[in-house]
């Protein structure tokens, strides 16, 4: 799939749930295959991750999303960030740092515009490596958010000491937020831990107005999901940009 260019990736807009402005982006990878059609990243993901070839997919992944945003500004288009997940894998991977200063440098991107998304379990599987790994992107200025927060193994007292500055509340989350007790108890715990170690709160998966409702009101930060924009691909991005630009928004 690499070889024959089969990969493509789509992005899914990030809002800010006071403005209802875009202010950033998540990439995420698509296979088209030529036989199968679209083959699921649910499917091909964790076979990339075994297999080890995982780690040259993200560091495609991170080019093409770096150039891709560049090119966006090189438009004129409003500057934005730009998500990149970083697989368990790839995460230990001693040439990571190096991988990401090269796309960047090759693309010409601002460091500023890139956001690397890891998983707490990511993390915890060598807490001291994975504090010195994220320091040295802290120290390149690139942004770090947690994925899928609440869902892994990561303590508190190590949760302090990285640099982070935004927390992903996972989906499985906000899926019933309008009427679960618990699942609201966690959204508003959560929230209340970033802002208290300030970082910014970010809702996934979000669908329904009353999910988005709640989140605002209990002053979470921002939102992703299909309430209002599916992954679309990049001239969509270009699109919604240009008309967020002309004062002509979706009103998160």
Same mark, same amino acid.
Request: with cysteine.
């Given at each position: 799939? +690499? ?6 990736? +789509? ?22 295959? &030529?036989?199968? @059609? +679209? ?6 993901? &964790? ?17 093409? %999303? ?10 004129? +288009?409003? &500057?934005?960030? !730009? ?11 001693k040439h990571l740092v190096?991988?990401?200063? =090269? ?35 802290? %120290?390149? @200025? ?10 892994? =193994? ?31 108890? *966690?959204?508003? %715990? ?12 970010? %809702?996934?998966? !979000?669908?329904?107005?009353?999910q988005r409702d709640f ?10 999901g299909y309430l209002f ?18 004062? *002509?928004?979706?009103?998160?």
């Amino acid at each position: 799939a +690499l070889t024959d260019n089969q990969f493509h990736l +789509l992005y899914q807009p990030k809002v800010d749930l006071k403005t209802g402005l875009i202010f950033g982006v998540e990439a995420l990878i698509r296979w088209e295959h &030529p036989q199968y @059609g +679209l083959v699921s990243p649910v499917r091909f993901i &964790p076979l990339a991750e075994e297999s080890g070839l995982i780690v040259e997919i993200g560091e495609w992944v991170l080019r093409t %999303a770096c150039t891709q945003n560049r090119a966006w500004q090189a438009a004129g +288009l409003t &500057p934005i960030s !730009v998500a990149v997940n970083v697989s368990p894998r790839q995460f230990e991977d001693k040439h990571l740092v190096e991988h990401v200063a =090269y796309a960047l440098e090759n693309s010409g991107l601002d460091a500023g515009h890139l956001e690397l998304e890891v998983t707490e379990s990511s993390i915890m599987r060598d807490l001291a490596r994975s504090v010195a790994t994220m320091r040295q992107f802290d %120290a390149m @200025g690139i942004a770090m958010s947690i994925d899928d927060f609440g869902t892994g =193994y990561s303590s508190l007292s190590a949760l302090k000491s990285f640099p982070i500055s935004r927390l992903k509340i996972d989906q499985s989350f906000v899926r019933d937020l309008a009427n679960n007790p618990d699942d609201q108890a *966690i959204a508003m %715990a959560v929230i209340s831990l970033g802002h208290k170690l300030n970082m910014k709160v970010i %809702a996934e998966g !979000v669908e329904t107005e009353q999910q988005r409702d709640f989140l605002r009101d209990n002053e979470c930060d921002e939102m992703q999901g299909y309430l209002f924009s599916r992954p679309v691909k990049p001239e969509q991005i270009d699109n919604l940009l240009r008309q967020q630009m002309s004062g *002509i928004t979706i009103a998160a």
